[in-house]
């Protein structure tokens, strides 16, 4: 068993990582929930797999219940938002009840959006059971649905009570989602964690340590930013250059921000800020996990970056590495953009 501790100036949480976890997660959520009644949100893949588990432990000490809505990123819209809403009212849900969201990041998001906005604001814990979601947006608290036509734009930060990871669900993940993950916990090791993109080189299997060193990353970047104002800039590397080949290739988004990095790694080092073996480093560990290689110009795509959400009156920040597990935010504008390399 792993644990993290998430300090913030207006709460602070657990994250426990542990295998076999989901069979008694009653015992970890009677330490922060104390009430008689729960309400499950999971998908339709999710509820099959792990549902009756999760029931199964928590009846020992609560009245559950749970709503289930279509699995995929389709469901992180605002009618499946009022849908889950709807039926927790129909079902009696009160402001001192609890959520718990069990899935991956798309459950994540909408039911801590849920918790965020339901009565103003009830309690969540999370139980995530997708690798992206177990390494990544389990933590951190930003919560959200896509709306018209652009991902995460009505949201809250909402922090939940609890984290319960349960690294042998990931056994039952598809290959594709697998690497999908794999590609954000790569980012994180090569942004602020050098010892676990070395553990990552031997290929091991994901364990609790593993998505404990994951965490760890944003755990940092998430104390010291928690309403993403600076440092969680960060963890956007990569993102950049692979939201503007995501949608025009229809790559999974973790494949693209493994190709976002290849391009991120070449500009650094033609602009002398990251050093020239960070990219075979990095190549080389992304070709292990199966992740997309395909070699893309950064240069053909900076004028994307220009109308990216990253783009502030006309300076553009750019996540770039200086060494393996170190980056920095370097800031161009336009202007040196355009001359520097689009000339
Ligand atoms: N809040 C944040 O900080 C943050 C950070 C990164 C990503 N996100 C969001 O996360 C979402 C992506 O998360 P995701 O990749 O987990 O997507 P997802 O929730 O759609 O899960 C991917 C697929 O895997 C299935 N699944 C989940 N766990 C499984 C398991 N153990 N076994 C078999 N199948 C399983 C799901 O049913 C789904 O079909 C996006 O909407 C993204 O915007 C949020």
């Known amino acids: 068993m792993r644990k993290l501790e998430i300090n913030l100036s207006t709460t602070k949480y657990d994250i426990v990582i542990e295998n076999g976890l989901l069979s008694h997660c009653v015992d970890y959520i009677k330490t922060v929930y104390s009430n008689k009644k729960i309400y499950i949100v999971t998908d339709d893949n999710v509820e099959k797999l792990y549902l009756k588990t999760v029931m199964d432990s928590l009846a020992t000490a609560y009245d559950v219940d749970y709503v289930v809505i279509p699995h995929g990123e389709e469901s992180k819209t605002i009618n499946v938002y009022a849908n ?8 009696g849900v009160k402001r001192g009840n609890l959520l718990v969201a069990l899935g991956g990041g798309v459950i994540g998001d909408m039911t801590g959006f849920v918790a965020a906005s339901l009565y103003r604001g009830i309690p969540y814990v999370g139980i995530p059971t997708s690798l992206l979601s177990q390494m990544d947006s389990s933590i951190g608290g930003k919560t959200g649905i896509d709306f018209a036509g652009r991902k995460n734009i009505l949201g809250a930060f909402k922090q939940p009570s609890m984290v319960l990871i349960d690294p042998n669900t990931l056994k039952t993940l598809d290959n594709r989602e697998f690497n999908n993950g794999m590609g954000e916990l790569i980012k994180h090791g090569a942004i602020g964690n050098y010892k676990l993109l070395e553990m990552l080189k031997s290929k091991p299997e994901i364990d609790e340590n593993v998505i404990f060193e994951s965490l760890s990353v944003k755990k940092r970047v998430v104390e010291i930013d928690e309403f993403d104002l600076k440092e969680r800039m960060t963890l956007n590397f990569g993102h950049t250059f692979g939201h503007a080949i995501e949608l025009k290739y229809g790559f999974k988004h973790g494949e693209a921000v493994a190709l976002g990095m290849l391009m991120a790694l070449e500009m650094g080092a ?3 800020v990251t050093d020239k073996s960070c990219y ?3 190549y080389n560990i992304l070709k292990l996990y199966e992740l997309p290689l395909e070699k893309y110009n950064y240069r ?5 970056v220009f109308y990216d959400k990253k783009n502030i009156a006309g300076t553009i920040s750019f996540i770039f590495l200086t060494k393996l597990g170190s980056c920095c935010i370097y800031k161009l504008t336009e202007k040196e953009i355009k001359e520097r390399f689009l000339v």
């Open 270 to 272: 033609d602009l002398g």
């Open 300 to 304: 053909d795509y900076l004028k994307d």
């Open 84 to 91: 889950i809403c709807e039926s927790l009212i129909e079902k």
């Open 280 to 282: 075979d480093e990095i």
